[in-house]
């Protein structure tokens, strides 16, 4: 499909299934944390998934690119009719959302993906509740005013908690998922405590976590963890990802988790 692009837009190769994406250098552009939490994720076939500040909408088209086999639209699964797109991307700024719509339609995934101009505070009004079974967010990692120029700028509010915090990420998370449901996020692990005790007081238990190294003798500079609803007591400790073997250098273990290999320019966050 043939899709206009607005000025400082570039479309650039997911490497995943012939998947584009629209990016604007004035924006954020999605980087490596995006994608590891997308192979991070179990997803459900046939069940409904929303990512939380879904920014070039990236997530849900790559978790749409790994649900397999693909369930048709109206298909039966489970005594229910599945109908509409099942993968949501919520994002509040509006030319952020319209451009990561602009990216399904490239991709023809209208039919599975939808995009979603709207704020994460305001899930309990927007979307039923115990509605999704699967939730995930990479979302801004930066609490307070450290380091901000102009708060309004896009790549600002990426990156700061000016819109939303970690508290309403994971409440809002907590609101939507159905019983048994699971909530993907990728962090930096300096706030590991808080991210925990957020879950916790929201019903949703630790039950996995991987840590991610830039080098083998370096310190981890992401964390994914994944917290179920209404899950028993116990978390698994996944082996630690390590990004590069020497720079500019991804490790084999990296690229297996992309279908074997890496762009460097899709890959780089702004």
Known sequence: MMI?????????DLQCHGYKIIQNRNMFCFGMDAVLLANFVRIKSGGMHMDLGTGTGVIPILLAAKEKPPVQTGQKKAGTVVEGPRFIGLEIQKACAEMAGRSVLL??????????????????????????????????YISGNHG???????????????????????????????????????????????????????????????LVHPYLDKEPNMVIV?????????????????????????????????????KTDAWGSD
């Open 4 to 12: 206009n692009l607005l000025p400082d837009e570039r479309i650039d």
């Open 107 to 140: 991709n023809n995934l209208e039919e599975k993906v939808r995009i979603d101009d709207g704020d994460i505070k305001e899930v309990f009004c927007n979307y039923r509740k115990a509605s999704f079974d699967i939730v995930t967010s990479n979302p801004p």
């Open 148 to 210: 901000l120029t102009n708060p309004e700028e896009p790549k600002n509010i990426a990156r700061h908690e000016i819109c939303v915090t970690l508290s309403d990420v994971v409440s809002a998370a907590a609101y939507l998922l159905k019983p048994g449901g699971s909530f993907y996020m990728v962090h930096k692990p300096f706030r590991l405590a808080e991210i925990i005790s957020n879950l916790l007081a929201n019903g949703l238990e630790p039950k996995r976590m991987q």
């Open 226 to 262: 994944e917290g179920v609803k209404g899950g028993n007591s116990g978390i698994r400790i996944e082996p630690p990802m390590i990004v590069y073997q020497e720079p500019g250098v991804y490790t084999k273990q990296l690229l297996m988790t992309y279908e074997g290999e890496a």
